[in-house]
């Protein structure tokens, strides 16, 4: 699998630089059905994906690549054109009602939402998009369509896979429907190129939906540093928040689902409290989000099983807050705690880490890629609470692991930036023309 991964990523040095630049993308039209950029990440269907797509969109337009990002309208009051960032565009198109419907009822509308894309492309002159980008599966078949009417190659990048999802259900979670099985398998056949998030995304492609190995580029997401950096440490992060100073702060962050497995921390808590009574003066956890997915059918239910297990008193529900402040909670915790079932990165590891906090994760999908078992965070095979709460309290016990482990994470992540990703995902757009106009020029070839 290695002598695959990341290859197109790479520059052929035998490519002149003038016809690299020639063949590079001058706009891309982006596609983002089922959640706006411009959404709150950690509430509804807004999560890592967004900041995923508007970091790299800014970034793509910082090296003269304009971005259109096509989004469904969820209300009346939104313009039919946003400029997010010089050189990004949102648009925002009519299909279905504006709100109260669900990810699941969305394929109904993408007849509509692929009509409101074509009214945008009737509108300019031929050839104004060079390439489409689409992100999920939803996405992907509205791009498929675009893409063989415009003539362009599709970049795909699945950011989650149902066949995946499917083999980490937690308990009484519900499968992902075999329509969508059916949608990703036929969008892979299709894209000229599929981004992955890590070299274990790109194997799961060609292993569960035959993709073609050599149109699977890994493409690691990146962390906005800027925005997330130690700054002025722990302490001034925990006063501008309320938080007491000596306390241990195991922090969750993220869309409270069965998927994202919430439920683990707070069982790990009280695990931890059974058998360490004397930490609970100076134990706070916060839970930061708001529910999502299959946990809107139950959405106080983080909140009950607190209370059934008997820590109510040490857990504060937050809602989702914007990225500054969502930093600031990385930086007063003592960890961030993500023992998901499932991640094809876990870009909030990344984030906290790059704030100087480390991670404590289950070791599934990116995660082992995001974090440096044992130097800045500690992954856990599975999701025994109890083996969560040891953890925790090697951290109750020594105060000075966090400030270690945080410094080597903020180290860690800085070679995570979003420059290097953009950059990377325009010599794979680059990879997608080219192979594109070969085969336009040789169909049978």
Known sequence: MSQYIGRLGRRSPATPARLRLHRRPRRVAMLSVHTSPLHQPGTGDAGGMNVYIVELAQR???INIEVEIFTRATTAALPPTVDLAPGVLVRHVDAGPYEGLAKEELPAQLCAFTHGVMQAWAGHRPGYYDLVHSHYWLSGHVGWLAAQRWGVPLVHAMHTMAKV?????????TPEP???VIGET???AASDRLIANTAEEAGELVRHYAADPAK??????GVNLDRFSPADGRAAARARLGLPQDALIPLFAGRIQPLKAPDVLLRAVAVLLDEHPELRPRIVVPVVGGPSGSGLAKPEGLQKLAARLGI????R???????DRLADWFRAASVLVMPSYSESFGLVAIEAQASGTPVLAAAVGGLPVAVRDGRTGV???GHDPAAYARVLHDFAAEPALADRMGAAAAAHARSFGWEASAATTAEVYTAALQAHRRRVRSPHG
């Open 379 to 381: 992954l856990v095979q």
């Open 216 to 221: 699977v580029a890994v493409v690691h997401p």
């Open 165 to 173: 999802k499917n083999a980490n259900l937690a308990d009484g979670d």
């Open 186 to 188: 036929q969008i892979v």
């Open 178 to 180: 075999a329509a969508r």
């Open 312 to 315: 109510a008193d040490v857990v």
């Open 60 to 62: 793509l337009a910082a």
């Open 317 to 323: 529900f937050h809602p989702p807050v914007g990225q």
